[in-house]
């Protein structure tokens, strides 16, 4: 797995890259006392204040910049307030520049994490107009970390941005492939038919009227010394029509993004085999795409999943909780010490939480207030919601064990969450997270388009049970 950044200056150029300073709005103040007149002049006719995210650049000899003034407003440039750092790459004058005034080691981290994704873009199908200004590793971190963490969400941020004509299923399990050969991993597929024979119906059945065949991809990876057991399982649906109950265009136009639960998925199981943590891995990526033709399923269809229980096919357009039930059940079979499944699953979720906010849920309280935690630690926002089981009969159905499509409207996040429950033997060492992958409008350190959610808090909480 190659992703390099171009954000990053690999030569000896510490002693001559631009410094950067971060200054509050008390701290500007005593810099104004204490600055060269020529600089506090500068700063004072360019109207430069220290509001969160502001910059000016001070001119030094020869045309050269000599320093650089960030703005941190009424707090301070630490801990994953670090990451506001992620603003700089594309707007400051390229060249090399260092981090100065950073005191804890994690809020060098955080900031080199989000100068890292900050100058993430997109290029498969055009030349930037610019290269990012490029970033010194600050001194005693552990870069291997950022790195990985930098990685993983760069992949998961190409996946989903790439559209669907190259990014079908195909590409998709070619994509798990080349991330499993990286760390030495096995990789299989079922597919087409072959699913059929080995009891994955509801995937077959959601992705057999594509050109391209449904499958079920399966990364396992054994790392040193392992001591416990995760399987991971993400939504691969490449792109999602609604099927016959098919989507208005504009309910399409970002459709590309329904795999971004696998892409999620992905990030993390490469965070963790990079790390070389001790687990034994388990990734199962149920990859389709929901078109339309002759032998779509139909709505009124009902269908027997992997573990047996019956399912009435409502709306063709609610089929990850379909693909994701056949994938948990063989996840749940070989019960692992933890179950994780991530799936851009209901606009339920995003009414409730919004685009950033992924909600997440589980029966185990002591893992909700871990992965809430890290989410915090991480900067990667979470909360959970409840499995309430008073709504359990919104998913029955008067001819099948259950349906897809819950009656009343309501609690479409919820709902989705207690019928993929259904198919997990033991729930307490299950977390499923409905996520967006994608990020409406740009911020520091996350560009507009697709975007990795939970990976990171996930790969923090699995990391510390390992510590």
Same mark, same amino acid.
Request: proline share 6%; charged share 25%.
């Given at each position: 797995?190659?992703?390099?950044?171009?954000? #990053? !200056?690999?030569?000896? *150029?510490?002693?001559? /890259?631009?410094?950067? &300073?971060? %200054?509050?709005?008390?701290? +500007?103040?005593?810099?104004?006392?204490?600055?060269?007149?020529?600089?506090?002049?500068?700063?004072?006719?360019?109207?430069?204040?220290?509001?969160?995210?502001?910059?000016?650049?001070?001119?030094?000899?020869?045309?050269?910049?000599?320093?650089?003034?960030?703005?941190?407003?009424?707090?301070?440039?630490?801990?994953?307030?670090?990451?506001?750092?992620?603003?700089?790459?594309?707007?400051?004058?390229?060249?090399?520049?260092?981090?100065?005034? #950073? !005191?804890?080691?994690? *809020?060098?981290?955080? /900031?080199?994490?989000? &100068?890292? %994704?900050?100058?993430?873009? +997109?290029?498969?199908?055009?030349?930037?107009?610019?290269?990012?200004?490029?970033?010194?590793?600050?001194?005693?971190?552990?870069?291997?970390?950022?790195?990985?963490?930098?990685?993983?969400?760069?992949?998961?941020?190409?996946?989903?941005?790439?559209?669907?004509?190259?990014?079908?299923?195909?590409?998709?399990?070619?994509?798990?492939?080349?991330?499993?050969?990286?760390?030495?991993?096995?990789?299989?597929?079922?597919?087409?038919?072959?699913? #059929? !024979?080995?009891?994955?119906?509801?995937?077959?059945?959601?992705?057999?009227?594509?050109?391209?065949?449904?499958?079920?991809?399966?990364?396992?990876?054994?790392?040193?010394?392992?001591?416990?057991?995760?399987?991971?399982?993400?939504?691969?649906?490449?792109?999602?029509?609604?099927?016959?109950?098919?989507?208005?265009?504009?309910?399409?136009?970002?459709?590309?993004?329904?795999?971004?639960?696998?892409?999620?998925?992905?990030?993390?199981?490469?965070?963790?085999?990079?790390?070389?943590?001790?687990?034994?891995?388990?990734?199962?990526?149920?990859?389709?795409?929901?078109?339309?033709?002759?032998?779509?399923?139909?709505?009124?269809?009902?269908?027997?999943?992997?573990?047996?229980?019956?399912?009435?096919?409502?709306?063709?357009?609610?089929?990850?909780?379909?693909?994701?039930?056949?994938?948990?059940?063989?996840?749940?079979?070989?019960?692992?010490?933890?179950?994780?499944?991530?799936?851009?699953?209901?606009?339920?979720?995003?009414?409730?939480?919004?685009?950033?906010?992924?909600?997440?849920?589980?029966?185990?309280?002591?893992?909700?207030?871990?992965?809430?935690?890290?989410?915090?630690?991480?900067?990667?926002?979470?909360?959970?919601?409840?499995?309430?089981?008073?709504?359990?009969?919104?998913?029955?159905?008067?001819?099948?064990?259950?349906?897809?499509?819950?009656?009343?409207?309501?609690?479409?996040?919820?709902?989705?969450?207690?019928?993929?429950?259904?198919?997990?033997?033991?729930?307490?060492?299950?977390?499923?997270?409905?996520?967006?992958?994608?990020?409406?409008?740009?911020?520091?350190?996350?560009?507009?388009?697709?975007?990795?959610?939970?990976?990171?808090?996930?790969?923090?909480?699995?990391?510390?049970?390992?510590?």
């Amino acid at each position: 797995m190659d992703i390099a950044f171009d954000c #990053l !200056e690999t030569g000896d *150029a510490g002693a001559n /890259a631009v410094p950067i &300073w971060p %200054l509050t709005d008390e701290g +500007f103040s005593a810099w104004l006392e204490s600055a060269p007149d020529v600089d506090t002049a500068w700063a004072l006719s360019n109207g430069f204040s220290p509001q969160k995210g502001e910059f000016l650049c001070l001119p030094g000899k020869e045309g050269r910049i000599k320093s650089v003034l960030f703005g941190a407003g009424n707090g301070q440039f630490d801990g994953i307030e670090a990451r506001g750092y992620g603003c700089l790459p594309l707007r400051l004058p390229e060249g090399v520049y260092r981090l100065e005034g #950073l !005191e804890s080691t994690e *809020a060098r981290e955080q /900031a080199m994490l989000g &100068w890292m %994704l900050g100058a993430y873009r +997109f290029t498969r199908y055009r030349t930037p107009k610019r290269q990012p200004a490029r970033l010194v590793a600050p001194a005693e971190i552990d870069e291997a970390r950022v790195l990985r963490l930098a990685r993983g969400m760069t992949l998961a941020r190409d996946l989903i941005n790439t559209p669907t004509e190259e990014m079908g299923p195909d590409d998709l399990e070619a994509a798990i492939r080349e991330a499993g050969d990286a760390y030495g991993a096995t990789v299989n597929s079922t597919k087409g038919a072959a699913l #059929l !024979e080995q009891n994955y119906p509801l995937i077959h059945w959601v992705g057999r009227a594509s050109a391209q065949e449904p499958r079920l991809v399966d990364l396992r990876w054994e790392g040193p010394a392992a001591s416990q057991t995760i399987t991971l399982v993400g939504k691969g649906v490449c792109f999602d029509t609604g099927g016959l109950d098919i989507k208005p265009s504009s309910g399409m136009l970002i459709m590309k993004k329904d795999m971004g639960g696998a892409a999620c998925i992905l990030a993390l199981a490469t965070m963790i085999m990079d790390a070389k943590l001790p687990v034994t891995l388990r990734v199962l990526i149920p990859a389709v795409e929901n078109s339309v033709s002759s032998n779509s399923f139909r709505p009124g269809d009902v269908m027997k999943a992997r573990n047996g229980i019956t399912v009435e096919n409502r709306n063709t357009d609610a089929e990850g909780r379909l693909v994701l039930a056949d994938a948990l059940a063989e996840a749940a079979s070989e019960e692992p010490d933890l179950i994780v499944d991530m799936a851009t699953l209901t606009g339920a979720a995003r009414v409730a939480m919004g685009a950033d906010v992924p909600p997440f849920f589980t029966d185990d309280d002591d893992l909700a207030a871990a992965i809430h935690g890290a989410g915090e630690v991480m900067g990667d926002p979470v909360w959970r919601l409840p499995l309430f089981n008073g709504y359990e009969r919104d998913i029955s159905s008067s001819i099948a064990d259950i349906t897809n499509a819950p009656s009343g409207g309501m609690a479409g996040s919820i709902t989705a969450a207690l019928f993929l429950r259904r198919f997990v033997k033991n729930s307490h060492r299950w977390v499923h997270f409905d996520v967006y992958g994608w990020c409406q409008r740009a911020r520091p350190g996350r560009p507009e388009g697709a975007e990795c959610n939970a990976a990171m808090a996930m790969y923090k909480v699995i990391e510390d049970r390992c510590a």
